[in-house]
């Protein structure tokens, strides 16, 4: 793998992560299109620390309010927060571990991945036949996100735009239910490093220039990526983002069916 080919995948992973037009669906396409062999374990748990870094970092506050909400009794708000994440990701993690080998089945058909992103685009328009409203995250709408996430699992199927939508879908305010799926990915993504982590450089001549290369750029682009986003998500053009997922669903279904 060249530099310029892990640079390329770490910017993909770094904005597809947190922007609603999945990460791996785009790095599945990304790899067909630039002709490079999937790059293995070591390669994807690199690119997704860097992601799972940018959100921590960016909201590494609210995270020590929680941490500290275990040992002060005062921080009720922040035990509520944490009580909703670990409900919210029990579905992800039943359903994953369940199906396990059916999920990376999917993730080698490049056809399903695109028809899965305009499925992508079509949970993203559907939040404008909603009223927003400006409620905060509830035990009810923290489980429906969780079960959203779930089944983004699929390549094609974005995480964040499920859970973003599920949450406007629950009658949660678009900013608060952005902000919430953020939170989520934390032991989403940090529970699938962990299980991949036995396998992390076993067995691979791992490349460091290009593989530091792309963890730099998905950290850098995560960070971005959740800024922009929750800037667009409060100006209400959220449901933009399905128009995109419509052109580059349709776009590799031209380009793979071939």
Known sequence: MSYFEAAILGIIQGLTEYLPVSSSGHLVLAQELLGTSPQGISFEVLVHLGSLLAVIIYFRLRLFRMAKSLFVRDETTARLELGYLIVGTIPAAVIGLSFEGFFERVFSEPIATSALLMVTGVILLSTKLVKKESNSVSWLSALLIGIAQAFAI?????????????????????????????????????????????????????????????????????????????????????????????AAGALGLYLFSK
């Open 154 to 246: 699929l390549p094609g199927i974005s995480r964040s735009g499920s859970t973003i939508s599920a949450g406007i879908w629950a009658r949660v305010d678009p900013a608060k239910a952005a902000e919430f799926s953020f939170l989520l990915s934390i032991p989403a993504i940090g529970g699938a490093v962990i299980l991949k982590s036995g396998e992390l450089f076993s067995g691979q001549n791992i490349p460091v220039g290009p593989y530091l290369a792309a963890f730099i750029m998905s950290f850098v682009f995560s960070l971005a990526a959740i800024h922009w986003l929750l800037g667009f998500i409060k100006k209400g053009r959220f449901e933009l983002f399905a128009y995109y997922c419509f």
